[in-house]
Nanobody
Framework: VQLQASGGGLVQAGGSLRLSCAASGDTNNINGMGWFRQGPGLEREFVAATRWRGGGTYYSDSVKGRFTISRDSAKNTVYLQMNSLKPEDTAIYYC??????????????????WGQGTQVTVSS
């Protein structure tokens, strides 16, 4: 499975961006997709996740109400709509895929496949 993330960029605080993550290869190996981010000098942290087919969505407290994760199964693509962006959202955003169980949907260890990362920079 290969994951290709795109959509990052530079935006002012309060603005919006939409990230995309396209999966290719044997997507039968995926039943969950997530977004993680790593800010300067920080550890990688969970942002949002969704089941590939059905099921729920998961968000970190820091982005709940501002970010929305969605999927287009026909296109094998997951999106992260980011609104009301803040400077502290500045990070490299990574998409991840795999077969996490419910308790690992919000942990990096629950995912086997990772995209290359896309930079999001929010200016104040």
């Amino acid at each position: 499975v290969q994951l290709q993330a795109s959509g990052g960029g530079l935006v002012q605080a309060g603005g919006s961006l939409r990230l995309s993550c396209a999966a290719s290869g044997d997507t039968n190996n995926i039943n969950g997709m997530g977004w993680f981010r790593q800010g300067p000098g920080l550890e990688r942290e969970f942002v949002a996740a969704t089941r590939w087919r059905g099921g729920g969505t998961y968000y970190s407290d820091s982005v709940k109400g501002r970010f929305t994760i969605s999927r287009d199964s026909a296109k094998n693509t997951v999106y992260l709509q980011m609104n009301s962006l803040k400077p502290e959202d500045t990070a490299i955003y990574y998409c991840a895929g795999g077969r996490p169980i419910t308790s690992t949907m919000t942990t990096s260890g629950g995912y086997r496949y990772w995209g290359q990362g896309t930079q999001v920079t929010v200016s104040s």
